[in-house]
């Protein structure tokens, strides 16, 4: 564990101070935008319903929905920071908004009347009376809603938004509990402490708010400024200057191998500092993230591209294929596709090795007799997609006796072993397969395309860095199957880190 | 703000409706400077509207209100309302601020200098009876209920307005303090001359305070006169009070 942490330490660092980042800055924001709001409905309650009705459909809004949402937004969407901070002020403003209309509205009106009888303007009266009895339930709902933020900031990981969501995410694509926890553990920490000392302050604005109105200043000002010494420390201690190329990935194993291979080749053949954005929510961010130059590019498999971007049917053409994803990247979307990495990675409907001697089954069409006993499970894009589980079930006339359970792709393979599930949509270079004892059904009918691995790159950056595309054009052709399995199962099952995986790979190729 | 400081209140044929509901109708009543005005009547009969139509927080559907000759309509409000004191039944004090700072909030509204602030609270605290140095820095809470009320007067006396309103200010006391309180507030009245208009359900209350007492039925103003005057009043309303004042209190 002290090992980990070890390697480890600079990235949680840096992790952590993204986050806080992302948590701080999305709380000024929403206090300078909820708690005038709250203000002004107290002034105008013909506004209130709307105003907190508002509020609270954004909050119901489930928060991978709403930075899903906000992908095809422009100028405050896309991947990265802006849009996770969108998503999180979104969040924290009903908390704010209502905690401030609450607190004004339950003054006792006899107090709130007296002060405007006696000849205070509105804005004393909100100064001087509303404000100071109101400071310890707005400063509960600025609680609420910070805590709130800490816990839905690990999703701004799945956009790009960094934060300590990345090791979340990682370790759930990688099946790496140390991973998870070293996400985990401190968006926990952060949580409760920020809970534990805003509750403080709190408690004792309770007790002074029906006496005294000034917080003795001299103790505000030393929290004050512990606090944001702390938070500065942090966000310093992790900060690396901006980088120049910045490289994605798809959310399992292989893409986290592929992406790295990609930034260590760049890397060592250039002096462009590189970033790394890993473990993105899908082929759809990726995408667009790549289209937009937020991230300077990934690998994509060409069968995906024809048919999940391109929208074309899917053909069995490898060289067609990958001609026409060529040709319609650079006219379309500007972007480069460079040669085969080597491999094709195909998805694999794979089940059971037992089950595959007990029933004799080699190709899918013999399974397609026995499917209605069992029960499937599938990555969320292969049920979405064009070329995945609609057109197979049509093409072999597969049925099942319930839906299909839509599963992460880092735990299907164990949930095949240990019988939870009984067919599943795997990938043909995926490390577990010997290893687990599964078997890969023959694509008889030739239903899947062909998934050849290609570095996609924004044209635009290419321009501005040439050596990057020297750089990736030396990858042409150098990773074959077995090797793609071999370090697939290195990562999953040994458990080496990737970054080491790849060293190593790229010394054996003397790259 | 005002010339001198005997003001008079006037009410001009007013009526107040609100939500299509008549509260109050053609009322007219001149108060005199330095007079004390008691308005006496049933709850539900219109009497604490008449305050506030005094100090604008509400204004006549018809008719004027004059203050000093001048209608309401055409004073500042915010400036109207300082010169006006205003005490109510549940003196409303401020639970943040301590008693000196209570009684010192209209002076600091009109932001007179602090010491001047400090040397007006010993004073108001002195005039209602209470020790400067044992009262200044207590907090409402720490306060018995006759002890709060002393300090809503003082509060409402602290920038000398020339108009006191007054809403069943001793209502919710016991009745020894309530005996006390309207002894030493007639005594106070007296020696400054301020315009009162103190309204209250109590006749005792009303005729012993009261430089003339004035009876609101639904709305009316049904009988005003001095207690002479009151009491030979054949209005039904004002015979029932009167009535009142045979039983034990």
Redesign the interface.
């Given at each position: 564990m002290f090992a980990f942490f070890n390697q480890y330490a600079q990235e949680i660092l840096l992790h952590t101070g993204e986050h806080l980042i992302l948590v701080v800055s999305a709380m000024v924001a929403a206090i300078i935008m909820g708690i005038p709001l709250g203000i002004f409905i107290t002034r105008k309650p013909q506004y209130a319903s709307l105003v907190l009705g508002i509020a609270n459909i954004l909050q119901t809004i489930p928060s991978l929905a709403i930075f899903g949402i906000l992908i095809s937004v422009p100028y405050l969407g896309g991947i990265g920071k802006a849009p996770a901070i969108v998503a999180l002020i979104l969040y924290a403003l009903l908390p704010l908004i209502r905690n401030t209309y609450i607190g004004i509205q339950t003054i006792d009106p006899a107090i709130r009347n007296t002060g405007k009888a006696m000849g205070m303007t509105d804005w004393q009266l909100l100064v001087q009376v509303d404000l100071p009895l109101a400071s310890a339930t707005i400063l509960s709902g600025v609680r609420v809603a910070t805590v709130i933020s800490v816990g839905i900031a690990t999703i701004a990981a799945a956009i790009g938004g960094g934060g300590l969501g990345v090791f979340i995410f990682r370790g759930i694509a990688t099946v790496n509990n140390q991973l998870i926890l070293a996400g985990a553990i401190p968006s926990a920490l952060i949580a409760l402490a920020v809970d534990y000392s805003l509750g403080l302050l709190e408690k004792r604005l309770m007790q002074r708010s029906s006496r005294r109105m000034k917080i003795r200043r001299r103790s505000a000002i030393i929290w004050g400024v512990v606090t944001t010494a702390i938070i500065a420390g942090i966000v310093f201690l992790g900060w690396q200057t901006p980088p120049q190329i910045i490289i994605g990935s798809k959310n399992f194993t292989e893409q986290v191998i592929l992406g790295e291979i990609l930034a260590q080749q760049i890397e060592s053949n250039t002096n462009l500092k590189v970033d790394r954005r890993f473990n993105l929510g899908g082929t759809f961010i990726c995408h667009e993230a790549v289209k937009a130059g937020q991230i300077s590019g990934y690998v994509e498999y060409t069968g995906t591209a024809f048919t999940a971007v391109l929208k074309q049917n899917p053909i069995s053409d490898s060289q067609a294929v990958y001609s026409k994803v060529k040709q319609d990247y650079a006219q379309n979307f500007n972007l480069e596709v460079f040669p085969s990495l080597g491999f094709n990675n195909t998805f694999a409907i794979t089940i059971r090795a037992e089950d595959a001697k007990r029933y004799q089954l080699k190709t899918i069409s013999d399974t397609a007799k026995y499917t209605e006993q069992w029960q499937a499970g599938f990555g969320y894009e292969f049920l979405e997609r064009a070329d995945g589980y609609k057109g197979l079930a049509k093409t072999y006339g597969l049925k099942f006796a319930k839906p299909p359970r839509q599963m992460e792709l880092g735990l299907m393979y164990e949930a095949l072993a240990k019988k939870q599930v009984d067919l599943i949509a795997g990938d043909s270079t995926n490390g577990l397969i010997p290893v687990l004892d599964l078997f890969i059904l023959q694509d008889d009918k030739k239903y899947f395309p062909p998934y050849q691995a290609v570095p996609i790159f924004n044209r635009q950056i290419l321009q501005k860095y040439p050596e990057v595309s020297m750089a990736i054009a030396k990858l042409e052709g150098l990773i074959s199957n077995e090797e793609m399995q071999k370090m697939n199962y290195a990562v999953d099952k040994e458990k080496i880190p990737v970054e080491t995986v790849v060293k190593n790979w790229l010394k054996s190729h003397s790259l | 703000m005002f010339e001198s400081q005997n003001v008079s209140v006037e009410f001009s044929d007013v009526s107040f409706d609100i939500n299509h509901r008549n509260i109050l109708s053609r009322l007219n009543i001149r108060i005199q400077e330095g007079e004390v005005l008691t308005l006496l009547g049933r709850s539900g009969s219109g009497k604490t509207t008449v305050l506030k139509l005094i100090?604008h927080?509400i204004q006549p559907t018809k008719g004027e209100v004059l203050i000093g000759g001048r209608t309401t309509t055409r004073w500042n409000e915010?400036?109207?309302?300082?010169?006006i004191g205003?005490v109510?039944q549940?003196?409303?004090?401020?639970?943040?601020?301590n008693v000196s700072?209570n009684i010192g909030?209209?002076p600091s509204?009109q932001k007179w200098t602090k010491p001047k602030i400090e040397s007006r609270v010993r004073e108001m605290l002195e005039l209602v009876g209470l020790d400067s140095k044992l009262f200044g820095q207590r907090?409402p809470?720490e306060l018995s209920g006759g002890q709060r009320q002393r300090v809503g007067v003082a509060?409402a006396l602290a920038a000398d307005p020339p108009i006191l309103i007054m809403d069943e200010p001793f209502a919710a006391l016991d009745p020894i303090t309530r005996l006390e309180l309207q002894q030493q507030f007639r005594a106070l009245q007296r020696m400054l001359g301020k315009t009162v208009i103190f309204v209250t359900h109590d006749i005792q209350e009303a005729f012993y305070l009261g430089n003339r007492i004035g009876l609101m039925h639904e709305g009316k103003l049904v009988t005003l006169g001095t207690r002479d005057e009151f009491l030979k009043s054949s209005h039904p309303e004002a015979r029932a009070f009167i009535a009142c004042l045979d039983y034990p209190t």
């Amino acid at each position: 564990m002290f090992a980990f942490f070890n390697q480890y330490a600079q990235e949680i660092l840096l992790h952590t101070g993204e986050h806080l980042i992302l948590v701080v800055s999305a709380m000024v924001a929403a206090i300078i935008m909820g708690i005038p709001l709250g203000i002004f409905i107290t002034r105008k309650p013909q506004y209130a319903s709307l105003v907190l009705g508002i509020a609270n459909i954004l909050q119901t809004i489930p928060s991978l929905a709403i930075f899903g949402i906000l992908i095809s937004v422009p100028y405050l969407g896309g991947i990265g920071k802006a849009p996770a901070i969108v998503a999180l002020i979104l969040y924290a403003l009903l908390p704010l908004i209502r905690n401030t209309y609450i607190g004004i509205q339950t003054i006792d009106p006899a107090i709130r009347n007296t002060g405007k009888a006696m000849g205070m303007t509105d804005w004393q009266l909100l100064v001087q009376v509303d404000l100071p009895l109101a400071s310890a339930t707005i400063l509960s709902g600025v609680r609420v809603a910070t805590v709130i933020s800490v816990g839905i900031a690990t999703i701004a990981a799945a956009i790009g938004g960094g934060g300590l969501g990345v090791f979340i995410f990682r370790g759930i694509a990688t099946v790496n509990n140390q991973l998870i926890l070293a996400g985990a553990i401190p968006s926990a920490l952060i949580a409760l402490a920020v809970d534990y000392s805003l509750g403080l302050l709190e408690k004792r604005l309770m007790q002074r708010s029906s006496r005294r109105m000034k917080i003795r200043r001299r103790s505000a000002i030393i929290w004050g400024v512990v606090t944001t010494a702390i938070i500065a420390g942090i966000v310093f201690l992790g900060w690396q200057t901006p980088p120049q190329i910045i490289i994605g990935s798809k959310n399992f194993t292989e893409q986290v191998i592929l992406g790295e291979i990609l930034a260590q080749q760049i890397e060592s053949n250039t002096n462009l500092k590189v970033d790394r954005r890993f473990n993105l929510g899908g082929t759809f961010i990726c995408h667009e993230a790549v289209k937009a130059g937020q991230i300077s590019g990934y690998v994509e498999y060409t069968g995906t591209a024809f048919t999940a971007v391109l929208k074309q049917n899917p053909i069995s053409d490898s060289q067609a294929v990958y001609s026409k994803v060529k040709q319609d990247y650079a006219q379309n979307f500007n972007l480069e596709v460079f040669p085969s990495l080597g491999f094709n990675n195909t998805f694999a409907i794979t089940i059971r090795a037992e089950d595959a001697k007990r029933y004799q089954l080699k190709t899918i069409s013999d399974t397609a007799k026995y499917t209605e006993q069992w029960q499937a499970g599938f990555g969320y894009e292969f049920l979405e997609r064009a070329d995945g589980y609609k057109g197979l079930a049509k093409t072999y006339g597969l049925k099942f006796a319930k839906p299909p359970r839509q599963m992460e792709l880092g735990l299907m393979y164990e949930a095949l072993a240990k019988k939870q599930v009984d067919l599943i949509a795997g990938d043909s270079t995926n490390g577990l397969i010997p290893v687990l004892d599964l078997f890969i059904l023959q694509d008889d009918k030739k239903y899947f395309p062909p998934y050849q691995a290609v570095p996609i790159f924004n044209r635009q950056i290419l321009q501005k860095y040439p050596e990057v595309s020297m750089a990736i054009a030396k990858l042409e052709g150098l990773i074959s199957n077995e090797e793609m399995q071999k370090m697939n199962y290195a990562v999953d099952k040994e458990k080496i880190p990737v970054e080491t995986v790849v060293k190593n790979w790229l010394k054996s190729h003397s790259l | 703000m005002f010339e001198s400081q005997n003001v008079s209140v006037e009410f001009s044929d007013v009526s107040f409706d609100i939500n299509h509901r008549n509260i109050l109708s053609r009322l007219n009543i001149r108060i005199q400077e330095g007079e004390v005005l008691t308005l006496l009547g049933r709850s539900g009969s219109g009497k604490t509207t008449v305050l506030k139509l005094i100090n604008h927080l509400i204004q006549p559907t018809k008719g004027e209100v004059l203050i000093g000759g001048r209608t309401t309509t055409r004073w500042n409000e915010i400036e109207l309302r300082r010169n006006i004191g205003y005490v109510i039944q549940e003196t409303g004090l401020f639970p943040h601020f301590n008693v000196s700072q209570n009684i010192g909030l209209v002076p600091s509204l009109q932001k007179w200098t602090k010491p001047k602030i400090e040397s007006r609270v010993r004073e108001m605290l002195e005039l209602v009876g209470l020790d400067s140095k044992l009262f200044g820095q207590r907090y409402p809470d720490e306060l018995s209920g006759g002890q709060r009320q002393r300090v809503g007067v003082a509060r409402a006396l602290a920038a000398d307005p020339p108009i006191l309103i007054m809403d069943e200010p001793f209502a919710a006391l016991d009745p020894i303090t309530r005996l006390e309180l309207q002894q030493q507030f007639r005594a106070l009245q007296r020696m400054l001359g301020k315009t009162v208009i103190f309204v209250t359900h109590d006749i005792q209350e009303a005729f012993y305070l009261g430089n003339r007492i004035g009876l609101m039925h639904e709305g009316k103003l049904v009988t005003l006169g001095t207690r002479d005057e009151f009491l030979k009043s054949s209005h039904p309303e004002a015979r029932a009070f009167i009535a009142c004042l045979d039983y034990p209190t």
